[in-house]
Nanobody
Framework: VQLVESGGGWVQPGGSMRLSCAAS????????MNWFRQAPGKERELVAF????????HYAGSVEGRFTISRDNTKNMVYLQMNDLKPEDTANYSC????????WGQGTQVTVSS
């Protein structure tokens, strides 16, 4: 099992960014897929997750209406579209899946500042 994130970087407040998570070694549609983030000095936070099979999305209140989680079943990919980004969204974002145990990607840094 491997998860590889991409798409982070720097963006100004109000901007948009899309993160990608490439899953391998398992069929991601059979498992809930999660995006977490962790800012310096703060606890890791579950930002969004998408359920297996049906692919129902769920969001933390802090990102509801601004972030969209989705999956491409043909590519075994999960995405996090982030709009109207705020400085408080600055964090290291990680893709996660529980496939008999927790698996994490290496993370990708998102910095929102002017």
């Amino acid at each position: 099992v491997q998860l590889v994130e991409s798409g982070g970087g720097w963006v100004q407040p109000g901007g948009s960014m899309r993160l990608s998570c490439a899953a391998s070694g398992f069929t991601s549609t059979r498992y809930p897929m999660n995006w977490f983030r962790q800012a310096p000095g703060k606890e890791r936070e579950l930002v969004a997750f998408i359920t297996q099979c049906v692919g129902s999305p769920h969001y933390a209140g802090s990102v509801e209406g601004r972030f969209t989680i989705s999956r491409d079943n043909t590519k075994n990919m999960v995405y996090l579209q982030m709009n109207d980004l705020k400085p408080e969204d600055t964090a290291n974002y990680s893709c996660n899946a529980y496939v008999r145990r927790d698996y994490w990607g290496q993370g990708t840094q998102v910095t929102v500042s002017s």
